[in-house]
């Protein structure tokens, strides 16, 4: 049974990793310091006896006994709301946390794992975005505290690869959605499914012709698991391809809500990326890779998650 170590796996993203890791037979084991990540996004594997929750801050050394075959980095605030409040946290999460993983990976002779974002392209100048494509970042703007450690990130895993012949894996990750995002999570569509299931206004920003792609979260998982089974170690775009503005996006999710609440608009905020589109080619040649969910059948399927949710909270910040 192979043995997979993902940090933030209790967060969004890294608990659907481990649930489809322990579906593909591995045995897991999850490291989080539940900064941003909740032990109810695995509390259903627990009884399963095939994951092992470890509570740990990666800005720290890690060490884990026994054997690894694979070291899946996801320990990261990732949304805006959460990077500009723990802007130092997220650098050295960028930073420290991606060495010491990759320490890790190097002395159990593991298969490592990054995943890097979509942010290293910033505020791209062509559309769709391919891998090839270096970027357009502010690097001392208000989104640079993540954008650069995602990019730093890339670096240092390449460094390890190169110096050390580490097989690395480097996931670029695009908008991804889905059930156990958290309500205050301060992305587009959290904001959008709390507002109009609260009976609020839909808050939009700026005129809402700016672009993003979004990719049902079982999609994503499944796309990461294929990449981390693949021997392609220079970074892959993960995402889907279909781009809607931010304003039709609104109008969707009030439709697959049944809401009534009307769509207000305020100011863009600085250095929002214009257009966010993934180039999947390479996805598709080497890892016969695409997402299969179309936007309104993912969203559908959110939407009871985020009633739950809410009830559930009692309008406490969740």
């Known amino acids: 049974m192979a043995r997979a170590l993902v940090t933030g796996g209790a967060g969004f993203l890294g608990s659907h990793l481990c649930d489809l890791l322990i579906a593909e037979g591995h045995e897991v084991v ?16 627990m009884p399963q006896g095939r994951i092992r929750f470890i509570q740990h801050d990666v800005t720290k050394p890690i060490e884990v006994d026994g054997p690894l075959d694979y070291v899946l980095d996801l320990a990261s605030p990732a949304s805006p709301r959460d990077y500009m409040m723990h802007p130092i946290h997220t650098l050295k999460v960028g930073a420290l946390g991606t060495y010491h993983a990759l320490g890790l990976a190097k002395a159990k002779g593991a298969v490592f794992l990054v995943a890097s974002s979509s942010e290293v392209y910033g505020d791209p100048e062509v559309n769709p975005q391919p891998e090839s494509y270096w970027g357009h970042v502010n690097p001392v703007g208000p989104r640079s505290v993540y954008d650069e450690a995602k990019r730093y990130a890339e670096a240092i895993t390449m460094a390890y690869h190169h110096a050390h012949q580490l097989e690395v894996r480097i996931a670029r990750i695009f908008n991804t959605y889905g059930p156990r995002m958290r309500l205050n999570d301060g992305r587009a569509l959290p904001n959008f499914m709390t507002q109009a299931l609260g009976g609020q206004s839909l808050t939009v920003y700026g005129d809402g012709s700016h672009t993003r792609s979004f990719c049902y979260v079982s999609d994503l998982v499944r796309g990461i698991y ?93």
């Open 30 to 45: 999850c490291l989080d310091n539940l900064l941003t990540g909740r032990l109810q996004n695995i509390e259903h594997l």
């Open 226 to 318: 294929r990449l981390l089974l693949s021997g392609e170690n220079a970074p892959v775009n993960l995402g889907n391809p279909d781009e809607v503005t931010i304003l039709q996006l609104a109008r969707e999710v009030i439709e697959v809500t049944g809401s009534r609440s009307e769509i207000i608009f305020q100011a863009l905020p600085q250095d929002d990326p214009k257009v966010r589109r993934p180039d999947i080619t390479k996805a598709k040649r080497l890892l016969n890779w695409e997402p299969g969910v179309p936007r309104l059948e993912g969203l559908k399927h959110t939407v009871p998650y985020f009633q739950t949710s809410l009830t559930s909270s009692k309008g406490v910040e969740y």
